[in-house]
């Protein structure tokens, strides 16, 4: 059975960092590409970020480009959302989904929520 839990979220002021972990099982973990993507309250989801299988390629929301940093380790089945210079329009809450090719995601976690208020 394929799991995706995400951890790490909580509330921060503005400006302040979190690093959010996606721990995966059920799969081979290696051989698929990751994302983080977030819902704000009210609206609809929006993706964050993308790394394929190697980790070598990495892909990011314009409105996240250069706080952001995606990452993986293949050997932990672990995904992780660095997150640096948060503001309040990053609340939202946090999944990791598997990528399934051509930006489609078959697998989901049940999210982890991060607060930016001061």
């Known amino acids: 059975e394929v799991q995706l839990v995400e951890s790490g979220g909580g509330m921060v002021q503005p400006g302040g960092s979190l690093r959010l972990s996606c721990a995966a099982s059920g799969f081979t973990f290696s051989s698929y590409g990751m994302n983080w993507v977030r819902q704000a309250p009210g609206k609809g989801p929006e993706w964050v970020s993308g790394i394929n299988p190697g980790g070598g390629t990495t892909l990011y929301a314009d409105s996240v480009k250069g706080r952001f940093t995606i990452s993986r380790d293949n050997a932990k089945n672990t995904l992780t959302l660095q997150m640096i210079g948060l503001e309040p329009e990053d609340t939202a809450l946090y999944y990791c989904?598997?990528?399934?090719?051509?930006?489609?995601?078959?697998?989901w976690g049940k999210g982890t929520l991060v607060t930016v208020s001061s």
């Open positions: 989904a598997r990528g399934q090719g051509g930006g489609a995601m078959d697998y």
